[in-house]
C-alpha cells in the first residue's frame, strides 16, 4: 500500500505558505476583532460541517482561553445550540440558521467570523447580507476561489486551494494566528 502522507504534508504546506501573501488583510482582521473586543462588542462564528467545528472552536477559545489567563472574551458560535438551528430550520428554513440569530443577536460594534471552504453556502451568504442590515462587520475566510461569498465580507481571506481538507487546515492556522493576536492584546 502506498502511502498518501507526503503527498497530503506537501500540498498543506504549500497551502499554509500561500497565507504569507494575506499578511496585510491578516492585520486587519486581527485589529478589527481586537477592536470589536476593546469596544465592548462581540464575536459571532459560524460555519457548517467542518467550518462549523472552527466556529466553535474560535468562540469557545475566546470565551475560555487559547494558551494565557486572561479575561473571558464575549464570543458566541451561531451553530452551537441544536434547539434553535432546529427551531429556525424548521420554522423558517435551514438557508436562515444563520441570518435569524444575526438579526437577533448582532448590533453595530459586533463582528461575524463566518468560514465557508466553498463560499457558495447560501446560509452563510445570508448572515453577511443579515449582518451589513444590522451594521455587524463581517470576515469571511474561505476556500476554492471564494465563491459567491468572494466580495460579500468587510474582510476575506480566500485560501486558494480546492481541496476542502487543506482549506479547513488553512482555516485553523489562521484561526489559532488569529487567537494568538488578540490574546497577545488582552494578557498585555
Not at 448572515?127 to 468587510?154: I, M, T, Y
Not at 474582510?155 to 490574546?183: C, K, W
Request: hydrophobic share 45%.
Amino acid at each position: 500500500m502506498n502511502s498518501v502522507l507526503p503527498a497530503i504534508v506537501a500540498e498543506s504546506c504549500r497551502t499554509l505558505q500561500s497565507l504569507l501573501g494575506q499578511q496585510e488583510i491578516f492585520d486587519q482582521i486581527a485589529a478589527a476583532m481586537v477592536t470589536t473586543l476593546r469596544s465592548g462588542g462581540k464575536i459571532l462564528t459560524c460555519g457548517n460541517g467542518g467550518s462549523a467545528a472552527d466556529a466553535l472552536h474560535m468562540a469557545e477559545e475566546l470565551v475560555g482561553r487559547f494558551k494565557q489567563n486572561r479575561r473571558s472574551l464575549p464570543a458566541i458560535s451561531l451553530n452551537a445550540d441544536p434547539t434553535l438551528l432546529t427551531c429556525i430550520g424548521n420554522d423558517f428554513g435551514f438557508d436562515f440558521i444563520f441570518s435569524r440569530q444575526v438579526e437577533g443577536l448582532g448590533v453595530p460594534g459586533d463582528l461575524i467570523v463566518c468560514y465557508s471552504t466553498s463560499g457558495n453556502s447560501l446560509n452563510i451568504l445570508l448572515a453577511l447580507e443579515a449582518a451589513k442590515k444590522q451594521g455587524v462587520r463581517s470576515v469571511a475566510l474561505l476556500g476554492k476561489d471564494g465563491g459567491k461569498a468572494k466580495g460579500q465580507a468587510n474582510f476575506e481571506i480566500i485560501v486558494a486551494n480546492h481541496d476542502s481538507g487543506r482549506v479547513q487546515e488553512a482555516h485553523t492556522l489562521l484561526m489559532h494566528a488569529l487567537l494568538e493576536v488578540v490574546e497577545r492584546e488582552f494578557t498585555a
